[in-house]
């Protein structure tokens, strides 16, 4: 790598040099470990290769320019820091040429440079705020890895066929060249995408922001089901002991019998007659317990119409009741309330532990089924202490599971850790309960490798089936490491032993996205995600799966067909994952919806769909993916406008949108090519020199970068694309000699339409057999890197026949104009039929020019002609050869029919109808004579 030279000692560190500089560094290429630093780490993956540096967004500046990639900070000691870990990296040639770093000056910016091996490398970035780092991701594009391949593989191949003359022998007898064969070569685009032979993009295309999971909290098993059971399901009230004459008791065990019973109204009045007799006695916990289940037991089943704190009657000055006062109808929830508030006075008071302990039971189920985590926890610290006190433990775990859950719900994690080291804890609770949670708390606080190291060194002591927190937790911490493969199978064993829970569709959702990061075969990935669609409980898995599958099955196709188009409607959300969708889901959503345009070419619609994006709301990195697809929007609509030939709209759009997307559009030596070509063809001089040295400007290795979603007809470098213009130029200044001049110097230029520009000069220049093989060479082997515009194919389609009809030999001009005839019927491309006609008329026109003409071809020819191209300027011409033929062949009355609607024709030119007289005249003495 090459690089700016430094005034103050900073150095460039060349791979080539480091183990002379720093003797201290092993410089191994291939696999490694990750570098231990303290701000830079660096992970090697089978796809790509990770970078993580553990900076504030605002501290360190990451841009990518060309092959080069820089570092800037105004932190002195972020700086040194990250110089120090550059030094201590191993460096991997696939991706990396070295680096050196220059150290600001001036209040200037630190800067590091990095350089990247070539153009194939790409760079994807992002920032995570949550861990507080920037994460960069080096791919190498194997599209431009393959190209330079094949390009290697065939310079030997032209250096061996170029010498032998037998072959040019062999060009000069053959006459006509079998075009019929070369069906393929008037449509280099589907030339070039049948050589790559890829169905799919690769997964940067698809639905492809990911992000992490939440943990997932060890689930909590209910102890009773609200709806059906009351607080005498904990407890049991006994019958009472007594002896004849005792009142007291008898009357406590009328009350009992009332409540088994279910007698609630007449059980009420017992204890209130009690409470009225004997006052707040020993018995008052019990009463109020008994209370609080015929509340309870009544909303489940009503068997009365609860009447509670109802207000005093109101009263004159005499004591003597006017009003009854109105009645409170209670709601069953005031009800409810009522009777925890019971419970509660029991538990504060009684003196029974059981008594107490089903209290606390029934009011922390409550606690919990209305979500209420703040009061579950202070409940189960009082069963806790209660339970620890009469050495109970089963409520000990019943109460610890109850803290853990509530804390974790709370996201009190300093304090799940505090309570795990408990003693009485971890004497009580489960061994895969405890590592459920200590695994939960290391991946809330992002500590992976904890994470897994713990599952690995208990996986084989666990019994089965291992606690499902434990796999989730660890199956997600391996996929956040990028460990796809053992992802899916903790993943796997999750769902295969717990998919009754929510959570299953989700980690189905991650068994189908690791297969698709490991770049599985797309037919396999699609099943996973219909999988997961069909199988999921969760409405927000079950669209996050939709949401991949049409990005995989449509934005991802290179050629989408009308059934995976149908699939868009997946996009649609239903009412259910509408609640659901979560910021995550929406940033996902509209990525996808975006590239499904893209893919599609619909670039208009993509355009405006991108404008009701909320950019602003979204994270820096999502940003800029979204700005790359609308900088590949912008170029989609300019390349159309100009294949098009709507020069006006290219220009126009250009202009709009140059300084929006600057780095992608502005800088883009593509796109600067087709303005400053339409600035030409508009004849504005002064725009397209402007446009022109804007493009001189730039660096000749300067490539687009992902995202690729227009395919450039014109893939070459800026130095190219600059002959191109210059050619352009003078040919549309019809200035052949200057022309021919600078093609003999490009003649080596393998990317420069050679064949083309040395056609139409020759032709020009009334070389007609030179013209014809150029034009044919084209024809045959058409260059895939520079394909030629419409406009360039109509010009060379138009010039080629032009240059064969000028040729003496007709019948090899029929032979090879009818091949390019079919040629160009098959492939219905809409761009060539301009093309088309030109060749069919001539083709007609040389059928008449035959010494011995073929009527019947001809009366053919020009009735299909007649029928097709009905608003052609050669339609009255072709009218006339048809009405000859006719009249000398079987169909005199409609030829002469024919030639007298040519004569009186208010449009017909002149010279038609002095032809068509003569025809008719000369019929009229054939007929007199016979």
Not at 200 to 220: E, H, M, Q, S, T
Not at 671 to 685: A, E, Q, R, Y
Not at 792 to 818: C, I
Request: with cysteine.
């Amino acid at each position: 790598m090459t690089g700016p030279k430094n005034e103050t000692g900073s150095f460039l560190m060349h791979l080539s040099t480091l183990f002379k500089i720093l003797t201290c560094i092993l410089v191994t290429f291939g696999s490694f470990f990750p570098a231990h630093s303290r701000i830079l780490n660096q992970q090697t993956f089978k796809t790509h290769l990770r970078w993580s540096l553990n900076a504030d967004k605002q501290r360190l500046s990451i841009n990518k320019d060309g092959q080069y990639l820089n570092l800037k900070t105004l932190d002195q000691n972020l700086f040194n820091t990250l110089v120090e870990d550059f030094t201590k990296l191993d460096g991997d040639k696939r991706y990396f040429n070295g680096f050196n770093y220059t150290e600001g000056k001036n209040g200037s910016p630190s800067e590091i440079t990095v350089g990247l091996k070539d153009e194939s490398i790409e760079l994807f970035s992002f920032y995570k705020d949550k861990e507080n780092k920037h994460v960069l991701d080096f791919w190498i594009n194997q599209d431009l890895v393959a190209t330079k391949k094949a390009a290697v593989r065939k310079k030997p191949v032209v250096v061996k066929v170029a010498p032998k003359p037998v072959v040019k022998k062999k060009k000069v007898k053959k006459p006509a060249i079998k075009l019929d064969k070369e069906i393929s070569v008037l449509n280099p685009e589907k030339v070039a995408k049948n050589k790559a032979n890829k169905e799919y993009r690769d997964f940067r295309y698809g639905a492809a922001f990911v992000w992490d999971y939440p943990a997932f909290i060890p689930p909590l098993e209910s102890e009773v089901n609200l709806a059906v059971k009351g607080p005498d399901y904990f407890y049991e009230i006994k019958d009472r002991p007594f002896q004849n004459g005792d009142k007291k008791e008898a009357h406590m065990q009328l009350s009992i019998n009332f409540y088994r019973k279910q007698k609630w109204g007449l059980m009420t009045k017992s204890i209130n007659l009690y409470e009225k007799q004997y006052g707040k006695d020993s018995n008052r916990d019990i009463l109020e317990f008994m209370k609080a289940v015929s509340l309870i037991k009544n909303i489940i089943k009503p068997s009365i119409e609860t009447k509670i704190d109802q207000p005093e009657p109101v009263t004159n000055e005499d004591g003597e009741v006017v009003e009854a006062g109105p009645q409170i109808s209670t709601s069953k929830k005031g009800i409810f309330s009522a009777a925890l508030a019971k419970l509660q006075n029991v538990a504060d008071r009684s003196n029974n532990y059981e008594l107490k302990k089903a209290a606390i039971r029934y009011i922390l189920e409550s606690n919990l089924r209305e979500k209420d985590y703040i009061q579950s926890l202070q409940v189960a610290k009082e069963l806790y202490v209660a339970a620890t006190t009469e050495f109970d433990d089963d409520m000990i775990v019943r109460s610890s599971r109850v803290i853990l859950y509530s804390l974790a719900k709370l996201k009190q994690l300093a304090k799940m850790e505090e309570f795990l080291k408990n003693k009485a804890v971890i004497r009580v609770l489960p061994p895969q309960e405890g590592d459920a949670y200590i695994g939960y708390v290391n991946l809330v606080n992002g500590k992976l490798d904890q994470v897994i190291a713990s599952f690995k060194a208990n996986e084989n002591s666990y019994a089965k089936p291992i606690h499902p927190a434990i796999l989730f937790n660890t199956a997600e911490a391996m996929f956040r490491k990028a460990q796809y493969n053992k992802a899916i199978k903790t993943f796997d064993e999750f769902v295969a032993n717990y998919s009754f829970y929510d959570v299953a569709g989700l980690a189905n959702v991650r068994v189908a996205l690791g297969y698709d990061l490991l770049g599985k075969d797309e037919k396999k990935v699609l099943k996973l995600y219909e999988s997961a669609i069909n199988k999921s409980a969760s409405a927000k898995a079950r669209f996050e799966a939709k949401l991949r599958y049409v990005g995989l099955r449509v934005a991802r196709k290179f050629d989408p067909s009308k059934k995976d188009l149908e699939t868009v409607s997946f996009l649609e959300a239903t009412p259910v994952e509408q609640k659901e969708m979560d910021s995550d889901l929406k940033r996902l959503l509209w990525l996808t919806r975006l590239r499904s345009l893209l893919a599609q070419s619909k670039y208009e619609d993509a355009l405006a769909y991108l404008s009701s994006i909320p950019l602003e709301t979204l994270s820096q990195g999502d940003k800029r993916t979204l700005n790359g697809d609308g900088a590949e929007t912008v170029l989609g609509i300019i390349k159309t406008a100009y294949l098009n030939e709507d020069y006006p709209r290219a220009v126009k759009v250009w202009e709009v949108f140059k300084d929006q997307y600057e780095s992608k559009v502005a800088k883009n030596p593509y796109t600067n090519f087709i303005v400053s070509d339409s600035f030409l063809k508009l004849g504005l001089v002064k725009s397209f020199e402007r446009a022109f040295s804007g493009l001189q400007n730039l660096d000749n290795k300067a490539t687009r970068a992902f995202p690729k979603w227009v395919r450039a007809h014109k893939d070459i470098n800026v130095k190219d694309y600059l002959n191109e213009l210059k050619l352009t130029k003078l040919l549309q200044e019809q200035n052949w000699k200057q022309a021919d001049k600078l093609l003999g110097t490009l003649k080596k230029e393998k990317n420069i339409n050679y064949n083309f520009y040395k056609g139409v000069v020759a032709y020009n220049l009334k070389n007609y057999n030179e013209s014809v093989k150029f034009f044919e060479k084209l024809l045959v082997k058409p260059n895939l890197k520079n394909i030629l515009s419409p406009r360039q194919s109509f010009k060379m389609l138009t010039t080629y026949s032009e240059s064969l009809y000028q040729g003496s030999d007709q019948e090899r001009f029929r032979t090879n104009v009818a091949a390019l005839i079919n040629d160009l019927r098959r492939s219905g491309n809409k761009n060539t039929q301009k093309a088309l006609e030109r060749l069919e008329y001539l083709f007609i026109e040389s059928l008449n020019g035959e010494k011995k003409v073929n009527y019947d071809l001809v009366a053919l020819r020009s009735k299909e002609f007649l029928g097709e191209h009905t608003k052609s300027v050669y339609f009255d011409r072709v009218k006339y050869l048809r009405g000859v033929a006719l009249v000398n062949t079987s169909g005199e009355a409609e030829g002469k029919k024919l030639l007298e609607e040519l004569v009186q024709g208010a449009k017909t030119p002149e010279y038609l109808k002095g032809l068509a007289r003569t025809e008719l005249s000369s019929l009229v003495l054939k007929n007199k004579t016979l």
